[in-house]
Structures are given as C-alpha cells and as structure tokens.
C-alpha cells in the first residue's frame, strides 16, 4: 500500500508538471479584486482541473507580520492561505482551516507550491502559486466557481510576530480583517497564475480624503484654534476654527465609514482606530455644542456658565485622542513610514504654542506684579479698615472720614481664558 503522504506529493508534482507545461499562456482567465488598503487578490480556474487553482496575492507589507486571505464568509469553515516571512528571507504561505473563531490550523489535505516571482517585493507580500485540492475542503465547504459574489476574507496581524518556515507556525491575532467578494464568473479558462490587471492599486480616493481632513483638523485647525485663544484672546475667532474643525472631522469620518463598508476594511466598524475616531468625535461634538451654549448664556446674563468646564475638559480630550488616533490610522492603513515625522511636527507645533503660553504669561505678571493686582489692593484696603477701628461697627456706617467701603473686585489671573466678548 503506498503511504498518503508520498502518493500527496507525487500527485502534487505531477499536477505541477501539467499545468506548468500548459500555463505559458500570457493572458489567462482571471477573476480578481482589490480593496483600498492595497490588497489585491486574483484567482484562476484551470478548465482542465476540477481540485487546483491558480493564486495571485498581494498586500503591503509595512508594519504587517503576516497576512491571510481565504474563501468563505468568515474564520469558520473557510480556507484560508496565512503568509510570513520564512527564515530565508521568502515566505511561507500555510493553508489552514478553522471551525471556530481560534487559531486556524494547517490543513494538510491542501498544497500550496510558490512560484517564481514571490517573497517580499518592493514592500509588499507577494504571493503567486498553485493550490491543490482546495476548491473544496472539510468535507462540504467549497468554492462557487460560477459565483458572480463569491464571498471571500483577509486580515493582517501585528509587525514581527512571525518568522518561520513551519507551516503550523502560531501567529498572533489579527490587528485588522475584512471581507469581500468576488467575481468568478470570469476566473474559467486558460490555467496560469493570473496577473489581476498588474500591480494592486492602493489607497482609495476616499480614503485619502479621510486621512488628508483628519491631518489638516488635528495637525493645523485645532492647535490654531488654541492659539488664537490663548494667545490673542480672540474668542469668537476660536470658535469659528473649532467649528471649521468640527466640519472637517465630521467629513473625515463619514469618508471613513463609507470606505470602510464599501471596500470591506473593518465593515463592522470595531477596529481600534474606527472606535476611538468615533469617541473623539463625540468628544468634539460636546465641546462644540457646551462652547456655544456657554457663549450664549454669557451674552444673555453677562455671567459665565457654570458647566463651561465640561467644554474645556471635552475640548482637550478630543484633540489629545484625535492626534493619537491620527498615528493609529497610519497603522491601520499598513503605511506606517510617515508616523516618526508626524509625530515630530505635532511636538514642535505643541511646544512652541505652549512656550508663548507661558511667555504671555510671566510677561503679564511682571507688568503688573504681584502688590499691584486687585486682590493685593483689596486685601490692603482691608488691612486699613481694621487698623481705623472698622471692625465692630454696625452694618453700613463708616468711621468720619472714610470714603464707603470699596467692594471686592473680580481677578483673573493672566492668561487665563479670557471671558466672553
């Protein structure tokens, strides 16, 4: 009797041998797809073949430790193909199977052969190979080759938390995921590794947009509307560039979840840097409406608001979020090249505008000193009264030549906000 495993291996290179023999041709059938964070995927279906398929896989690979992509609806009872790095510097590409949301399993009953042309190019995983015995797999689970929506997954997990040639290697969980579908009614024909139009596009135009009003909010328009405050105590005009900001986060997120759904990046919208966009929303919407209800009754009682903390507390807290949030996007969209910088140019923003803060401030103490204030007035007037006998007197009457009695005058201490014009 000849041992499964040594009758897998020549059937899978004699199925090589055929279809290598027979895929030279230049253009064959291809159903692909790419989504806008870069991932590309292309499937052919040989029309000699009922078990094999031909794979063409792409993701960027900055800031990603492994990638997976895999045909089903979700983690259980799909076959997915789980890419890292192999010790080589190639990769390793493991077919595995799940019946439940844990760690997928090598399936040995599917072979995976990479072929010339993969590994790590240009930073981006590249995946071009031949399956064997995956159009089904666990016994009913199978892929519709005639399927105008063929569903199908991917997800990503952390940077350098894989390196091997095992294919049971463990993997940690995934930081991003996302489903998809396909079209393969066009992938029937000609066997060969398709090319799904060249190289996968990237970013999509909505999500450039969301990143680009994201930047302009957090990096210029809210540190502005601070200053303006803080430094020329221009109230009204902060408002205004808070609001303008507030316009453009609200964009920016709506972009976010519409790319998000349409695309398949995270439609659920529970990835981390989706909730914390979302909290630092809620946290700009109550700082906008508590300012302007506080401003408001200011004009009306000419009394300050006593809630108008919650503006300040709200205020800060979005932006503090928000700037953070800006760094997760860039590792949610695998481009994290651009993070040191930003991060630099926000420090240098914030440090300067905090150090004219304080200038402003040690000027307007030295300009008035600190006997000069009107508490250090009052507090001197008051030391008179008592030493003149004051004390002790009925309400309302003065001892013969005093002037009345000077009232406690409102003190705000320099360069605090100022109060509404």
């Not at 004390?391 to 309302?396: E, L, R, T, V």
Request: with cysteine; hydrophobic share 45%.
């Amino acid at each position: 009797m000849v041992p499964r495993s040594f009758a897998s291996l020549a059937l899978t290179i004699l199925s090589l041998v055929g279809f290598l023999a027979t895929a030279s041709a230049q253009n064959p059938a291809s159903a692909s797809q790419t989504l806008s964070n870069g991932l590309g995927i292309a499937i052919n279906v040989p029309d000699n073949s009922t078990d094999t398929l031909f794979l063409n896989f792409r993701l960027p690979s900055r800031g990603v430790g492994w990638a997976a992509f895999g045909i089903g609806s979700g983690m259980s009872d799909s076959l997915m193909f789980v890419v890292y790095p192999n010790t080589t510097n190639g990769l390793t590409v493991s077919p595995r199977t799940t019946t439940g949301h844990s760690m997928p399993e090598h399936d040995s009953d599917v072979t995976f052969i990479l072929l010339p042309e993969s590994g790590i190019v240009n930073g981006s995983f590249v995946v071009r190979g031949m399956c064997v015995g995956c159009r089904t797999w666990g016994g009913s689970n199978s892929i519709d080759t005639t399927s105008g929506n063929q569903p199908m997954i991917w997800a990503m997990g952390p940077a350098g938390s894989v390196e091997s040639d095992d294919l049971n290697a463990n993997i940690n969980i995934h930081q991003q995921k996302g489903v998809f579908e396909i079209d393969m009614r066009t992938a029937s024909g000609t066997p060969g590794v398709p090319s799904g139009g060249g190289p996968f596009a990237g970013k999509s135009t909505a999500i450039k947009v969301h990143a680009i009003l994201a930047l302009i909010t957090f990096v210029i328009l809210l540190p502005a509307g601070y200053a303006l405050l803080r430094l020329l105590d221009k109230v009204l005009i902060h408002a205004g560039v808070q609001t303008l900001a507030f316009i453009f986060v609200t964009a920016s997120i709506g972009l976010g979840i519409i790319a998000s759904k349409n695309q398949g990046i995270s439609p659920n919208i529970n990835a981390p840097h989706q909730v914390i966009g979302l909290i630092a929303f809620v946290f700009m919407f109550l700082a906008v409406i508590l300012g302007a209800v506080g401003h408001a009754i200011y004009r009306r009682t000419q009394q300050p608001w006593k809630f108008m903390i919650s503006h300040r507390i709200f205020g800060p807290a979005a932006m503090g979020l928000g700037t953070a949030n800006c760094i997760s996007g860039f590792r949610f969209a695998g481009y994290t090249r651009p993070i040191i910088g930003f991060i630099v140019v926000v420090v240098v923003i914030w440090v300067a505008i905090l150090a004219l803060v304080l200038l402003k401030r040690r000027k307007q103490m030295r300009k008035t000193g600190p006997m000069n204030t009107p508490a250090a007035m009052n507090f001197r007037e008051g030391q008179a009264q008592q030493q003149s006998g004051w004390y002790g007197q009925q309400p309302g009457v003065t001892p013969q030549g005093h002037g009345p009695a000077i009232p406690l005058q409102n003190y705000q201490q320099p360069g605090a906000p100022p109060m509404y014009k």
